[in-house]
Structures are given as structure tokens and as C-alpha cells.
């Protein structure tokens, strides 16, 4: 072996194109990038979104709507998967630990505890937030809520 005969491996490089050398290339004259024109000159780099002078997509559909920015969004859980949490594994607490560990919440999430189905266990509740229905579910059934 000398430096003669080494060579990149196998599928290690790309064939890549040789622009601006020379016309002999086939490659060389206006080197692939036409003639005349912006896209011809260098230094050109378009917006994202431009359509050569045409309205921008972006720009023609209609906007309807409000999103406040200051909007807090919360990750709902309700009684019936908690009620479902507490009789697979036995739990008195259901704070927010828990409802992460088994899948239920992301650690940046907010909770808030909803009202739908029922809950029959006595379990202390630890969130952000609960509805109305969701306080008196917990509340009927002897546990108690926390908020956060």
C-alpha cells in the first residue's frame, strides 16, 4: 500500500458537479445558472415565500381570527383516567409527579383536573386547576384538592 493507490471508501463521497471550469467541463459559460436575470448575478438570495414579484401566497389569503399571546394552556385530565389511575395502582395521592410518571403530562405542562366520568376513590388531588364539577367530584367522594 502507498499513497498512490488510496482511495475514500465506498459510498463515502458524492460525484459532485465541477461548475465554472472551463467550457471543456460542459459545466463552464454561465455555469448552470442561466442567462441574465437576478438569479444570474451573484450575491442574489431571495426571500423565503417570494414569487418574482407576484403576491405571496402569505400575503393573499385572508387572516381571520385572534390568539392572545398571553393565553395559558392547560393539559386536561379527567376523573374516569384518574379514577382509572387509582384502582390500577392503588394510589391515595394523585399529584403532578405521578400523572408524569405514568405518561399522562409533560414536565412543562399545566393541569387541570375536568369533570367528566366518576370518581369513586377517596384521593387527595395536587394540579393547577380543576372545574367546578371536577372540585365537587373529588370533594363527594371525601378527598381533597391542592392547587398549585
Known amino acids: 500500500m502507498n499513497l498512490s493507490n488510496l ?10 458537479k465541477r461548475i465554472g ?6 459545466r463552464g459559460g454561465t ?5 441574465k436575470g437576478a438569479g444570474s ?3 442574489n438570495s431571495t426571500k423565503i415565500g417570494f414569487e418574482g414579484g407576484q403576491m405571496p401566497l402569505q400575503r393573499r389569503i385572508p387572516k381571520v381570527g385572534f390568539k392572545s399571546i398571553n ?3 392547560y393539559v ?13 395502582f392503588n394510589l391515595t395521592t394523585v399529584n403532578f409527579d405521578t400523572l408524569k410518571e405514568h405518561g399522562l403530562v409533560s414536565k412543562n405542562d ?6 367528566r366520568g366518576e370518581l369513586k376513590a377517596k384521593v387527595e388531588v395536587t394540579a393547577h386547576a380543576f372545574t367546578a364539577t371536577a372540585q365537587k367530584a373529588i370533594e363527594a367522594a371525601g378527598g381533597a384538592i391542592v392547587k398549585l
Do not use: M, Y
Not at 482511495?7 to 460525484?15: L, V
Not at 399545566?110 to 369533570?115: A, E
Open 7 to 16: 482511495k475514500p471508501a465506498e459510498g463515502s463521497t458524492k460525484n459532485k
Open 21 to 26: 471550469r472551463g467550457t471543456g467541463s460542459g
Open 31 to 35: 455555469s448552470t445558472r442561466g442567462h
Open 71 to 73: 393565553r395559558v394552556e
Open 41 to 43: 448575478r451573484s450575491g
Open 76 to 88: 386536561g385530565v379527567n376523573l374516569d383516567v384518574l379514577q382509572g389511575l387509582v384502582e390500577k
Open 110 to 115: 399545566l393541569v387541570k383536573i375536568l369533570g
